[in-house]
Structure formats: C-alpha cells, structure tokens
C-alpha cells in the first residue's frame, strides 16, 4: 500500500536491528521503503506479518494519547524507533516540579512571614534542598528496579546499552510527574488525591515501559517496581529521621 510521507521519522533505512516491530518486538531492518517521487511503502514485519509501525504515519498526537493510555504499541515506537533524546531534561524539569510541590507545602505550614532578606535566602535554599530530597528518592526508586531487575533477570541487563535503554525507558515514562504543576495551580480540597493518582499513573507508565524495554511479562515489572518503592520508602524514612525534610 503506497503512501505519503507525512509523519515519517526517518528518511533512510536502517542496519538489520536497528528498529523493532511494534506488534511483537522482533527486530526489523526498516521501517518503510521509499520508492522515490514521494511514494512510500511501510514495510511488514516477517514474524507477524503485520506493518513493523504503523506510527510512522501518525500525527503527533495521536501517538501521544496512545502514549497515555499505556499502549505497548505506542511505547515500542517512541523507544525504538524514534530518536528522542529529551529524557534527561524530561528528568530534570519533573524533579523541580516535584521539588516545587514540596516547597510550597512547606512554606503554607510555615507562619513566617519576614520580608527580611535572610527569611528569602532560607526559603530559597529549602527549595534547592527540596529538589536534592526529590532526586535522592527518585535515584533509589531507580537503583531498586535495577537490582531486583539483575537479580531476577540477569540475562536481560549484560550490557552497558542494556541498562541506558533501560533507564531512558524509566525517565520517559515518568512524564506523568508534569501533572503536578497543574493540581497545585487548580489547588482545592481533593489536591491529595490527584496526587494519589498521579503517583499511580506514573507507576502503570514505568511498569509499561520496562515491559516493552525487556520484552517481559506483566508480573516482574511490577515486582521490580516494588523492590523499587521499598528501597524509595527507606530513603524517605532516612530522610524523616534525620529531619532533613523539614
């Protein structure tokens, strides 16, 4: 079936395993075939014998929607067959909302309010302090899935590649935490549970993503990500002993 190249990614084809296909995850050697003057051919995949992305067609948004309702599909596209790379200040910007989030519940229980120049410069620094908490838990809830990951599945991780793909997969899929900034800017009464929700939604998404990522079943992802909360939960209760979240 001919097409247009509307919402094509990539204009060459690729090495033998460079993309995977969408349906059953099996390596591919192209995504589509360009027969020039504009006409495209989206390749089938060998094993399956269904289009290896069908995405490659798709508008930007419905690829993203698909992203949010947690389609494996839609997963192994943006993974495997796209070129982003804005993981690490996807990262980042999450962290500061959350870090956000934990400075100005701070600041609502505390009753000072000083205008003095040294009373800006602690609450300032209770921000950056915020966000160091914020990264020191997201890195134990990392260290955690990659343990248990190894430890049940060593095979799946003897790479160096293993792991970044991995953890790019984790760092994506973590784009639920951007609905933060939202449910403090509509702040009402049910705040606590839109974060509840978020925190689900977050943990659905990684659990999707290591799925995809290592081509596993719906059980060890989940367990990771549980040995993940563990090792999360005992850096947050550190943290509370030793007040340095307060």
Same mark, same amino acid.
């Given at each position: 079936?001919?097409?247009?190249?509307?919402?094509?990614?990539?204009?060459?084809? /690729? /090495? $033998? !395993? /460079?993309?995977?296909?969408?349906?059953?995850?099996?390596?591919?050697?192209?995504?589509?075939?360009?027969?020039?003057?504009?006409?495209?051919r989206?390749?089938?995949?060998?094993?399956?014998?269904?289009?290896?992305?069908?995405?490659?067609?798709?508008?930007?948004?419905?690829?993203?929607?698909?992203?949010?309702?947690?389609?494996?599909?839609?997963?192994?596209?943006?993974?495997?067959?796209?070129?982003?790379?804005?993981h690490?200040?996807?990262?980042?910007?999450?962290?500061?909302?959350?870090?956000?989030?934990?400075?100005?519940?701070?600041?609502?229980?505390?009753?000072?309010?000083?205008?003095?120049?040294?009373?800006?410069?602690?609450?300032?620094?209770?921000?950056?302090? %915020?966000?160091? =908490? /914020?990264?020191?838990?997201?890195?134990?809830?990392?260290?955690?899935?990659?343990?248990?990951?190894?430890?049940?599945?060593?095979? %799946?991780?003897?790479?160096?590649?293993?792991?970044?793909?991995?953890?790019?997969? $984790?760092?994506l899929?973590?784009?639920?935490?951007?609905?933060? =900034?939202?449910?403090? =800017?509509?702040?009402?009464?049910?705040?606590?549970?839109?974060?509840?929700? =978020?925190?689900?939604f977050?943990?659905?998404?990684?659990?999707?993503a290591?799925?995809?990522?290592?081509?596993?079943?719906?059980?060890?992802?989940?367990?990771?990500?549980?040995?993940?909360?563990?090792?999360?939960? !005992?850096?947050?209760?550190?943290?509370?002993?030793?007040?340095?979240?307060?």
């Open positions: 079936e001919a097409l247009t190249g509307r919402g094509v990614h990539s204009p060459t084809m /690729a /090495a $033998l !395993g /460079a993309y995977r296909c969408i349906e059953c995850s099996r390596e591919a050697a192209e995504l589509y075939r360009d027969y020039q003057r504009g006409v495209l989206i390749s089938i995949c060998k094993s399956c014998q269904k289009p290896v992305d069908k995405y490659i067609e798709y508008d930007p948004v419905i690829i993203l929607i698909n992203a949010v309702l947690c389609k494996a599909q839609a997963y192994r596209h943006i993974l495997f067959n796209t070129k982003i790379n804005i690490g200040k996807l990262c980042i910007f999450c962290l500061l909302c959350e870090a956000y989030l934990r400075w100005l519940q701070l600041q609502d229980s505390s009753q000072n309010t000083d205008p003095d120049d040294l009373i800006r410069y602690a609450k300032e620094w209770d921000f950056y302090r %915020m966000f160091g =908490i /914020a990264s020191l838990e997201q890195t134990s809830f990392l260290i955690g899935i990659f343990i248990s990951l190894w430890w049940m599945r060593p095979e %799946m991780l003897k790479t160096k590649s293993d792991f970044i793909l991995l953890l790019k997969a $984790l760092l899929s973590s784009y639920g935490k951007l609905l933060l =900034i939202p449910s403090v =800017i509509w702040e009402h009464d049910y705040t606590p549970l839109c974060l509840a929700f =978020i925190k689900v977050v943990l659905i998404s990684n659990s999707q290591i799925r995809v990522t290592l081509n596993l079943n719906r059980i060890l992802p989940w367990l990771a990500i549980f040995f993940g909360l563990i090792l999360e939960n !005992g850096v947050v209760c550190l943290v509370q002993k030793l007040r340095w979240d307060v």
